[in-house]
């Protein structure tokens, strides 16, 4: 080829540019990763399943409201059966207001008969089974010892001698 | 929008292909994953089964009993029994829960030691029921904590003496 009086030869420049274009590529090195979505992504979704199954709370085991549980580490799972709550001054049963403590203590009969009534309730579901008697009792870790010693006393004459004493423990 | 839809298709006709905005949903997935770490229940509800008598006496069965009677909250006599007959009987008197706590496991290790010897026999078939006599002075946090003590060690036959006050 030739430009005006120059003679340029075509495979020599071709090479020239060639030469020029492939040392520019190896001057610049990349050094940033481009962020790999797909994998993280994958993650995310895995680690928010992984949270909603294994943490969140059940319904049913929501503690009634005053009640602080005492610590213990060798608690079982938790049945789903009647549930006592007794706060510093109330007695609850199936999260309904009884009376107070001091009013139960005094006549026993209060909690008794409500409890005969859950009994007799849950015999005309269940027919054909044999009452196991069995109770979840919540309550506050303050109140005295010898007022639930009294209380479980209560739930044994209505027949509920399998009580359950609910506690807080490490999450397993 | 999540998705962009490419509309480069010839002739006035839209492509089918579509392009997942995955920046939004990454964002989406975050704010998921910090909600759901604030809002994690870390402590879980436990039972302590407890079995509660009402009327006559169970029949003898082989084996030791254990009497448990809270003086105040960080003060209990140990008892343990046989047929009736005390084979064993000690005082825990500490300051501090934690130290009693520490105490009357070390006095429960010591004497389920020494009641088996040399028996290959399993606990509960050793010491076949715990009884715990409260005291005023004591809460049932206090009570609580002695239980998780027993059936750490495997007393899982427990029951609670009635008493007023």
């Known amino acids: ?172 | 929008m999540g998705v962009s839809v490419d509309s480069s298709g010839g002739k006035g006709r839209k492509s089918l292909n579509s392009e997942l905005n995955l920046v939004s949903f990454v964002d989406l997935l975050s704010v998921c994953i910090c909600f759901l770490l604030m809002t994690a229940v870390w402590l879980q509800v436990g039972a302590l089964q407890v079995k509660q008598s009402f009327g006559t006496e169970g029949e003898d069965k082989p084996g030791y009993d254990l009497n448990i009677a809270f003086i105040s909250p960080t003060e209990v006599n140990v008892e343990i029994r046989s047929k009736g007959k005390i084979v064993q009987k000690t005082q825990i008197k500490e300051t501090t829960k934690e130290a009693f706590s520490l105490a009357l496991g070390k006095n429960l290790d010591e004497t389920i030691a020494k009641l088996k010897g040399t028996q290959q026999i399993a606990i509960p078939d050793l010491i076949v029921a715990a009884m715990i006599t409260p005291t005023p002075s004591a809460n049932y946090g206090n009570m609580v904590s002695v239980m998780d003590s027993l059936r750490k060690r495997q007393i899982i036959n427990i029951g609670v003496v009635p008493k007023a006050g």
């Open chain 1, 1 to 172: 080829m030739s430009f005006g009086t120059v003679s340029v030869n075509h495979d020599l420049f071709a090479h020239h540019l060639h030469a020029r274009a492939k040392r520019k590529k190896v001057a610049k090195k990349t050094l940033a990763m481009g962020l790999m979505l797909t994998p993280m992504v994958d993650m995310f979704s895995l680690l928010v399943i992984f949270l909603l199954q294994f943490f969140s709370s059940s319904p049913d085991m929501l503690i009634t409201q005053g009640v602080v549980l005492p610590k213990a580490v060798s608690g079982l799972e938790v049945q789903q059966v009647p549930v006592v709550s007794l706060t510093l001054t109330e007695v609850y049963l199936e999260r309904k207001k009884l009376a107070t403590i001091d009013e139960v203590i005094k006549s026993p009969g209060i909690l008794g008969e409500a409890l005969a009534a859950v009994r007799k309730d849950w015999m005309k579901v269940h027919k054909n089974e044999k009452f196991l008697g069995q109770v979840n009792l919540e309550a506050h870790e303050e109140i005295k010892s010898t007022i639930i010693s009294q209380f479980m006393a209560i739930l044994a004459a209505q027949h509920y001698g399998s009580i359950q004493l609910l506690s807080y423990g490490d999450a397993s």
